[in-house]
T-cell receptor, first 114, second 112 residues
Framework: EAQVTQNPRYLITVTGKKLTVTCSQN?????MSWYRQDPGLGLRQIYY???????DKGDVPEGYKVSRKEKRNFPLILESPSPNQTSLYFC?????????????FGPGTRLTVT | KQEVTQIPAALSVPEGENLVLNCSFT??????LQWFRQDPGKGLTSLLL?????REQTSGRLNASLDKSSGRSTLYIAASQPGDSATYLC???????????FGDGTTLTVKP
């Protein structure tokens, strides 16, 4: 089944404790993105990647890091999480050759930073 | 910077009514526009995608149109049902196909 998976689905952590949220897709998509969703602010793009080793900032990259060492994986790293990074995070993937960059989303990761 | 606006923010209709959701964007240099549905606390489900060269797309009771020159898209839902109750989001992808911008969504309630 074609899908985007994220782990963990729920995470409660403390300020300053480094964490990684993983994202993996099995559709051989070139493009992958991370978004955060907050009440009243909607979905905002954090980072995106157009292929292996190619990443770029979205609208809200501060406090986040990403890497794209393999085509299928695009982890989101919070080196020193803060309470304002409490949010619902989504990973998405797309491809020019399959659906004309139609975005497929993962189920989301709900992060709480205390 | 691209800005996407969805009007209305909320809409309540009786079952069976036809309805239109609106999405407007400020920069017409887009690659595509995609409509999503999101149920409370859940992920995003893709409904329709319109390429910048297209005018409309249809899937079942849903029809999405795109007027790139005026920066507008509409999602038409025919014969609404209570199961259509959800938040509907539109997203535009920039011409470089990397950056995407979402609207804040329209929350639809269909009353039986």
């Amino acid at each position: 089944e074609a899908q985007v998976t994220q782990n963990p689905r729920y995470l409660i952590t403390v300020t300053g404790k480094k964490l990684t949220v993983t994202c993996s897709q099995n559709m051989n998509h070139e493009y992958m993105s991370w978004y955060r969703q907050d009440p009243g602010l909607g979905l905002r793009q954090i980072y995106y990647s157009m292929n292996v080793e190619v990443t770029d900032k979205g609208d809200v990259p501060e406090g986040y890091k990403v890497s794209r060492k393999e085509k299928r994986n695009f982890p989101l790293i919070l080196e020193s999480p803060s309470p304002n990074q409490t949010s619902l995070y989504f990973c998405a993937s797309s491809s020019p050759g399959q659906g004309n960059y139609e975005q497929y989303f993962g189920p989301g990761t709900r992060l709480t930073v205390t | 910077k691209q800005e996407v606006t969805q009007i209305p923010a909320a809409l309540s209709v009786p079952e069976g009514e036809n309805l239109v959701l609106n999405c407007s964007f400020t920069d017409s240099a887009i690659y595509n526009l995609q409509w999503f549905r999101q149920d409370p606390g859940k992920g995003l489900t893709s409904l329709l995608l319109i390429q910048s060269s297209q005018r409309e797309q249809t899937s079942g009771r849903l029809n999405a149109s795109l007027d790139k020159s005026s920066g507008r898209s509409t999602l038409y839902i025919a014969a609404s049902q209570p199961g259509d109750s959800a938040t509907y989001l539109c997203a535009v992808k920039d011409v470089n196909a990397g950056k995407s911008t979402f609207g804040d969504g329209t929350t639809l309630t269909v009353k039986p």
